[in-house]
């Protein structure tokens, strides 16, 4: 990495877009069924939190996809020069909630890129900011991370997941089969092909498995959130990826109310055997 390569990619800072999206109900009756949840009383209630994730969605022609489905870089974003691409996390502050018929408008702005040297090599980060608002009003803002990082050397193993040290008050698991991992891309227009390319992620990308997306992960602690605090409605929510979860994991999703913090409860998902991919939180109003 040279400082004029570092420069030159920092003059993406700055640059927005903007789209406006009435929302449909269709995507939230798709979502509730890929989730056994009843979509009938979902459309006639607040989007859930992070379910507006089904809006807005990529719309890349064909001919300008990577070799890994993803829209080639240098438009939006800029052109960062390593191509593994992933999300690494992200906060977002929920002020009023959004209902199927509402007009939206997403603003989207790209705030910092960096350049990091970590344990396992060369990483960039690039910030983009969302703002969603109705009739002039903010709903909710969201600060997205991404990270690239290079692909691995062939044989490279995959490094192990921290422990997860938490103790779950309350928690379930599944499997997150190809199929979940097919229709969750399918639904929010992902063509990223490590969630669905069997050969392409073990082959290329060197992994070991479909990678569970990340956000899949975070809406699977938050939906766990709403079955256990049906009642408390959710006004911050940041989350990180650790470490990635494979199609044969079992996924372990939990939570438990933060000793530290009244009206926090720490959320994670992680794999059967005690390992931990993703750290999560959320401030909670009774």
Do not use: C
């Not at 700055?14 to 979902?42: C, K, M, N, Q, Y």
């Not at 969603?132 to 997205?144: Q, T």
């Not at 422990?163 to 929010?188: E, I, K, M, W, Y």
């Not at 109310?257 to 999560?280: F, I, N, R, Y």
Request: net charge negative; charged share 20%.
């Amino acid at each position: 990495m040279t400082t004029a390569t570092l420069e030159h990619l920092r003059e993406w800072i700055g640059r927005s877009e903007v789209r406006t999206e009435t929302l449909a109900a269709e995507p939230v009756h798709a979502l509730a069924a890929t989730f056994d949840l009843d979509g009938e009383t979902l459309v006639r209630q607040p989007l859930p939190p992070l379910w507006h994730w089904l809006y807005f969605l990529p719309r890349a022609p064909q001919h300008t996809l990577g070799q890994d489905g993803h829209p080639a870089l240098g438009g939006f974003l800029p052109p960062v020069p390593l191509p593994r691409r992933m999300w690494a996390g992200g906060e977002l502050e929920f002020k009023r909630g959004l209902h199927v018929g509402d007009t939206v408008t997403k603003t989207s702005t790209i705030t910092d890129v960096q350049h990091k040297s970590g344990r396992t090599g060369e990483l960039w980060f690039v910030t983009v900011d969302h703002v969603y608002s109705v009739a002039g009003e903010i709903a909710l803002s969201e600060r997205h991370d991404i990270v690239y990082r290079a692909m691995p050397e062939r044989g490279q193993p995959q490094p192990p997941r921290p422990r997860l040290l938490q103790v779950a008050q309350f928690g379930r698991a599944l499997q997150a089969d190809p199929v979940l991992l097919f229709r969750f891309s399918a639904l929010t227009f992902n063509g990223h092909r490590i969630h669905y390319d069997l050969d392409y992620v073990r082959d290329v990308e060197g992994y070991p498995g479909l990678i569970v997306h990340g956000p899949l992960q975070a809406m699977l602690t938050l939906e766990l959130l709403r079955h256990e605090r049906p009642d408390a409605r959710v006004a911050r929510f940041g989350f990180r990826g650790l470490a990635p979860l494979f199609h044969q994991d079992t996924v372990t999703v939990g939570g438990m109310d933060d000793p530290e913090s009244p009206g926090k409860v720490l959320l994670w998902t992680g794999d059967g055997a005690g390992g931990q991919a993703m750290a999560a939180w959320a401030e909670v109003d009774s």
